[in-house]
């Protein structure tokens, strides 16, 4: 395809009312069917292969950051900001108990610090933004990996600088396995795919742009094209068999209703955390910016040559007009016609580490606010050296988020995973993804949780903070201290 042919299809697609890429396809004159089928000389499905970042060892490893070029499709390249060159970046993966030695290399031309999201990293590896260094600096990590088996990532976290550097390209996963999940024999190799979602806007020219008026900044900068591990609606061939997917919603600020179409359904079995308690079969997932859940998909009966799109469903959403909600295929499966060997789903996952005593814990109440274009945690901007919250090492306690405006709010918390005890407001339910261990959690407006935090590894400064990156840079964050 040439590129006037590509931008001839992605402005027939982004100017569609709702996304789907099917008026993408059609503009290309395929056949689209559902938006998936054969290109025209019969030679493969159209669009783009989905990218998997190669897979490294975090030990003795180093990391640049820097400005790079990259294929968007046939004919089309954009200008983005990388680790190592590459959208996503490098997959890291490590073992409970192995030491991590990353060394970052700051090639922007700004400052920058990497945070490894979702990680219990001690204070001075946590990526806080007074860590970060300036354009030509370097930074070493060296720790140990204490987390359970489970779908980290990670991502920039300068000053007010977060959501343009994650948004143009620097995020990947970190994945961590255990003897645990060494096990339970789940689906490996090329049967288990990390995909990282996200949406885009693309400019006239076809190139990813990052420009948010105010009212982006009251939503968050909301794209129109769906990205998956770096590429427009791809496609990914796979087997009738079992699948395991790391799905981690890396947009800034868009919130995905998950789903399958053709009636498949996921089976969960993780989430930010690590394993849930039981697997859980589930016709959709709500999955908000920060948020990863882990699933096993099942297409041993799907009919070989047929395409499964994963999708983003549409919900509704009150407050500021915009296009959080509006429904978008994300990507699609094109299913084999060679047999494959059957799997067994796991019956039962790992056992959760005991929960902490919460009868008669101290509680904190963090209210976050939207107004006036302005996006606060209990009235206050984040200052860098500021502490807005103390909690000894070792002591359980119940924090409880307030979300008083008319626009989400997926809270995040660094240093450790807590449990999600209720929501009230709103939904007024938890939800089977949001059961074990988690480290963001979604506030949609108007909503009430409370979780049980419970710090047992490092004392020092940390973040609470939300994680549409937009707020984010705007002051909603604040220093919490383990003490
Ligand atoms: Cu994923 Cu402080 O962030
Ligand atoms: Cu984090
Ligand atoms: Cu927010």
Not at 33 to 54: E, K, M, N, Y
Not at 173 to 181: C, E, G, I
Not at 263 to 290: A, C, H, K, W, Y
Not at 442 to 471: A, D, K, Q, T
Request: glycine share 12%; hydrophobic share 35%.
């Amino acid at each position: 395809m040439k590129r006037s042919e590509f931008l001839k299809r992605l402005s027939a697609w982004s100017g569609a009312a709702a996304v789907t890429p099917s008026a993408w396809l059609a503009a290309c004159g395929g056949d689209t069917g559902a938006g998936t089928g054969p290109s025209d000389d019969g030679s493969g499905p159209d669009g783009s292969p989905l990218q998997l970042p190669p897979t490294l060892r975090p030990d003795g490893l180093s990391l640049t950051a820097r400005e790079g070029t990259v294929s968007l499709g046939p004919g089309q390249t954009s200008r983005a900001w990388m680790y190592d060159d590459l959208l996503p970046g490098p997959t890291l993966r490590g073992r409970t108990g192995d030491g991590v030695r990353m060394t970052l290399v700051n090639g922007l031309q700004e400052q920058t610090v990497v945070h490894w999201h979702g990680v219990d990293a001690p204070e001075h590896a946590d990526g806080h933004p007074r860590l970060a260094v300036g354009p030509g600096a370097t930074l070493a990590y060296d720790f140990t990996l204490e987390n359970r088996a489970g779908t980290y990532w990670y991502h920039p976290h300068p000053h007010e600088r977060t959501a343009i550097q994650t948004y143009r390209g620097m995020a990947g996963f970190f994945l961590v396995d255990d003897a645990d999940s060494d096990a339970l024999d789940l689906p490996a190799g090329s049967r288990e795919v990390p995909l990282v979602l996200q949406d885009k806007r693309l400019d006239g020219s076809g190139e990813i742009v990052y420009a948010p008026s105010g009212p982006d900044i009251m939503t968050g900068f909301l794209g129109d094209v769906p990205f998956v591990n770096g590429t427009p609606f791809p496609y990914l061939p796979v087997d009738r068999t079992l699948y395991r997917f790391r799905l981690l919603n890396g947009s800034n600020a868009r919130i995905f209703d998950l789903a399958l179409t053709t009636g498949l359904s996921f089976v969960l079995i993780g989430n930010d955390g690590g394993f849930l308690e039981r697997p859980e079969t589930l016709q959709s997932i709500l999955l908000g910016p920060g948020e990863r859940v882990d699933v096993l998909v099942d297409f041993t009966g799907a009919p070989a040559g047929d395409t499964v799109v994963l999708q983003s469903r549409a919900f509704s959403l009150a407050g500021p007009p915009s296009s959080q909600g509006v429904a978008m295929d994300l990507m699609r499966f094109v299913i084999s016609s060679a047999p494959a060997a059957p799997r067994a789903l796991p019956e039962a996952l790992p056992a959760l580490p005991a929960s902490p005593p919460t009868e008669g814990v101290p509680q904190q109440t963090f209210s976050f606010t939207s107004g006036m274009g302005r996006h606060r945690i209990n009235g206050s901007a984040f200052q860098m050296d500021r502490v807005d919250a103390r909690i000894p090492l070792g002591e359980p306690q119940v924090w409880r988020f307030l979300n008083s405006s008319p626009v989400p709010h997926p809270v995040h918390l660094h240093s450790a995973q807590f449990r999600v005890r209720s929501r009230i407001g709103g939904r007024g339910r938890l939800y089977p993804w949001e059961g074990g261990l988690k480290d963001t959690v979604l506030l949609m407006p108007f909503e009430s949780v409370e979780v049980v935090v419970h710090f047992v590894r490092h004392r020092g400064l940390y973040l609470m903070h939300c994680h549409n990156l937009e707020h984010e840079d705007d002051g909603m964050m604040l220093n919490f201290e383990v003490t």
